[in-house]
């Protein structure tokens, strides 16, 4: 690549999970340390971050398109975009891709981003470069204090997976389990909420297997955690995201019984209803032994709303087997849920399994099963209605007047009133739809 100058605008674009739009709102504060401001909307920006996910297929092909569009359009309009490739195709698939786009300037992994500022000035200077170094924990210590943030704020504080489920990267491309250290996230906390954040939701791969230890030296585990973050004044909501049902410990379970700012939502994947299934998976749960945990929840939150994550099609998956998925689903009633069609991984146990599955028949199961969980949503917000809730604002609707917040129970509610981005308010559920509901605001709740 020829030498370009340093940029003045980024745009990070990032794909796939919560973990990635974290990582890409660090990577933007990163680079506005170093004077490089966000591209106005509508304008082409000088230095473009493809922040990839690698999860399911096409990722990477959808990468390679993204870069022959980028330098088309650079090429049209007479410019060179700096191209830096980010996440986790970046750690997977980083040599092949520099020696395949040479627009690429720059291949950086998820552990190693706090370089990227380092890696644009080798770029300006003409130099290409690829991290995809995993050091532990270097990486937060390492990035720029946290600037202005939405009302609801994300946080990373768990990274990586020692799961190895048979039919995922992850453990791959984000590594094996880390915890970020306990005085570390709630100084970070305690920076979101000054910056604005009314709501943490707290993310990681595997966030339930958290642990750390606290001011005092002793050990907690993620209840611990959440316990000393709701004690932040100012932090209204707590969240977290994606936990793995081997990891949940009586002291989580107890947390969502007695405090009140850990909202009543659980998203907890079971991948299958099957247990021959589950154990090709390598998930090491039962569909009992899930069922009997969220039982659990439910006896300490009964109003709690459910989420999960579906595949279907894993290799050798039969018809009677996929029907066992569609009975837990339609015993659990979720509140909301992904599902997705099994995708081959390379380097996957479960790429090289028999019985791989044809599209058709992945297609159909989709269907089937998408419908069913449609239909527990939709009846999950018509039983909401009539119900008054408090509803954190995150941004304005498409009226004038009109608002968009959430539920405690993760709902989009629309409704109009004299309010603000940020406030919790009191609001009646009027009407509901599968993916939102309708309200009336009732009263401003005093901050
Ligand atoms: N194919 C399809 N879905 C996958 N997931 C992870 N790996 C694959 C794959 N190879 C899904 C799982 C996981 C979610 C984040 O993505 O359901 O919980
Ligand atoms: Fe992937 Fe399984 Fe780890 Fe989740 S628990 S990130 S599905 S390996």
């Known amino acids: 690549m020829k030498p370009t100058t340093t940029p003045k605008t980024y745009r990070v674009k990032s794909f796939g999970c919560q973990m990635n739009v974290y990582d890409g709102e660090r990577m933007g504060e990163l680079l506005e340390a170093q004077g490089i401001t966000p591209a106005p909307e509508g304008e082409d920006a000088d230095l473009v971050v493809l922040n990839t996910c690698h999860i399911r297929e096409k990722a990477t092909e959808k990468v390679y398109s993204d870069i022959g569009r980028l330098v088309k359009a650079g090429e049209e309009a007479g410019r060179k975009p700096m191209i830096a490739v980010a996440g986790c195709v970046a750690q997977a698939e980083g040599e092949e891709i520099m020696a395949r786009a040479p627009a690429v300037g720059m291949v950086v992994g998820p552990q190693a981003y706090h370089r990227l500022g380092d890696m644009v000035k080798d770029a300006a200077a003409g130099r290409r470069s690829t991290d995809t170094d995993m050091p532990e924990d270097a990486k937060f210590a390492a990035l720029p204090a946290r600037r202005k943030v939405a009302a609801s704020a994300f946080l990373t504080v768990q990274e990586g997976c020692d799961k190895f489920c048979t039919y995922c990267v992850v453990p791959y491309t984000r590594g094996a389990e880390i915890s970020r250290p306990y005085s570390d996230l709630l100084r970070e906390a305690e920076k979101l909420v000054e910056a604005g954040a009314r709501e943490l939701t707290l993310l990681g791969q595997n966030v339930n297997a958290w642990s750390g230890a606290d001011d005092k030296g002793r050990v907690v585990g993620f209840d611990g955690l959440i316990r000393a973050l709701a004690e932040l004044p100012g932090l209204h909501r707590i969240r977290y995201t994606t936990s793995h049902p081997n990891d949940m410990t009586d002291g989580l379970i107890a947390a ?31 569909a009992e032994s899930y069922l009997k945990l969220l039982d659990r929840f439910r006896a300490v939150r009964p109003d709690i709303a459910l989420s999960g994550d579906f595949i279907v099609g894993f290799p050798g998956e039969t018809e009677a087997e996929f029907a066992e998925t569609l009975a837990l689903v339609n015993e659990v009633k979720y509140a909301a849920a992904f599902s997705f069609k099994y995708s081959p991984r390379p380097g996957t146990p479960a790429a090289s399994m028999d019985g791989q599955i044809a599209p058709e028949v992945m297609d159909e199961r989709l269907q089937r099963l998408q419908a069913a969980l ?18 954190l604002i995150e941004r304005k609707g498409k009226h004038p007047g009109q608002w968009l917040g959430k539920s405690p129970w993760l709902q989009s509610v629309f409704f109009e009133g ?30």
């Not at 449609?374 to 509803?391: D, I, M, Y």
Request: a neutral charge; glycine letters at 8%; one cysteine or more.
């Open 418 to 447: 004299d309010c603000a981005m940020g406030d919790l308010v009191e609001v009646e559920l009027v009407q509901a739809g599968p993916n939102s509901l309708a309200g009336q605001l009732v009263t401003k709740v005093p901050a």
């Open 256 to 286: 969502h019984g007695e405090i009140a700012k850990l909202m009543p939502y659980l998203h907890l994947p079971v991948q299958s209803g099957s247990d021959r299934v589950l154990k090709a998976m390598n998930r090491s749960h039962t």
């Open 374 to 391: 449609n239909r527990h949503q939709l009846a999950f917000n018509e039983a909401s209605v009539g119900k008054t809730c408090t509803v």
